[in-house]
């Protein structure tokens, strides 16, 4: 890994971090605004769910903050030390997805309350477009896909060509 990449995730992953940082240990500062999101994915979760699990997905949304900052820590740390840093950068995406979600006004909210969280919503916009476009990062590599079609490309084309040698063989032997 390059300087400019270390040093760059690391940046980037700081914020998440932080974020998750904070909103583990004091989830109360966070779960008023995040309860309008919690209160419709709560009991969706819980439809999704096998029956088994469902009575153990939490209601509280300062139990979801709590889970949405572990998450960010997670991904933070794992983005930024390059352990796992496309896992990482999906959990700073996801989490990125909720908090996006969370400063997201209320339509019926007053044009004043709209501009005010502007700011905010556009930050969790770039944020998530950053952390999406970080789970697609191969450190300047081609990715695995890319290497197992032109592994099979290259394969094909030997094997094509093995055969007109052996069919070429097979004819100069028939004379």
Known sequence: MSLLRFVARSLFASYFIADGVKAVRKPAETAPDAERVTSKIAPLVQ?????????YVPERAETWVRIVGAAQIAGGVMFATGFGRRLGALLLAKSSLVNLAVAWPDKDAAPAVKEAQRGEVLRQAALLGAASLATLDTQGKPSLQWRAD???Q?????????????????KSATR
């Open 154 to 170: 290259e394969a094909k084309k030997k094997a094509e060509e093995k055969a007109a040698a052996v069919a070429k063989a097979a």
């Open 47 to 55: 439809r999704v769910v096998p029956a088994s699990v469902s009575s």
């Open 150 to 152: 032109h592994a099979t």
